[in-house]
């Protein structure tokens, strides 16, 4: 009697176990979309292609992004700042991973996604997110993965809460740049970027994280690299294009802070309507605003 009550409390806890793990972790429970400016911050920094082989690419995070981070903390933004780099060769950056020219943004958008899940998410803490060119794309590329697969497969994260987004001239229909960095090298990361690209084909409009994610998508007309039209060519209730002959080039929108006036039109119905040219923020600082802003859903 003592064994089949021993062997019978077994096989009741080891189905308990079976349950628990057929079940997976529980959520974390979703965040409200409130104004504010204590979100901690992701910075994503964009390629870097000019090398003979694809394994020399390395960015400087400190030197990428110090110029837009010291803007915002002089603004009041109180939340952390992380700087993620996806280059093996990167420095000053708070955290990477060791790609290369040829580890597609398919995959750093994985990658990225699972530091916003383990870091943040998993805890029921939100994050705001800021990419340069490609690195918008990368970001593009997290939350999209994560919504095709992220319910179905281990291999991404079940959710993220990213509350606001803003890239800075990401090419978001591609760019003819990248066709002719293809040409020149074959790197995998440039044809991701060309326009019609697989990449793009997958790419979600608008992906949106569990909390909903508010985008903001600034151009300029300046960028020899990527046009305004590329810049804000996703679905995003909110875009931006500065004038062109303020010399917002691509490497310096990131970059153009204080509380100068810049000329810029602006959309807040996906590009429906464009407001008439006005002159206010910089671009730095309107990519505070865009985060600070309360609720838009």
Sequence with gaps: MKNRIVRALVAMATAG???ALAAG?????TPPRQAGVSNAVYFVHGIDWKHGSPYHAKQDCKSVWGKAMSDLRTKGWTGKFVTWGYYKNDVNCTRKVNGNLQTRIQELGRLLAWDIYNNYSKHGKKVDVVGHSM???VIRAAITGVNKYGRTSSQWPDYLYVEDAVTFSSP???SNWATACTAAYTYKQCSDLRPGSGFLSWAGQNPQSKMKTDWTLIGSGDDDA???GSATGMNAKH???YNSGQGLEHSTIKNAGGNGLWSYK???????????????HAPVRYAYEAMRA???W
């Design 266 to 280: 602006f959309s807040d119905n996906n590009g429906r309507t464009w407001s008439p040219n006005r002159d206010r």
């Design 135 to 137: 690195g918008g794309q």
């Design 294 to 296: 309360p609720a838009a």
């Design 25 to 29: 972790p529980a959520s974390a429970a």
């Design 226 to 228: 990527v046009t305004s």
């Design 172 to 174: 978001f229909t591609g």
């Design 17 to 19: 176990v079976m349950v």
């Design 239 to 241: 875009k931006v294009i």
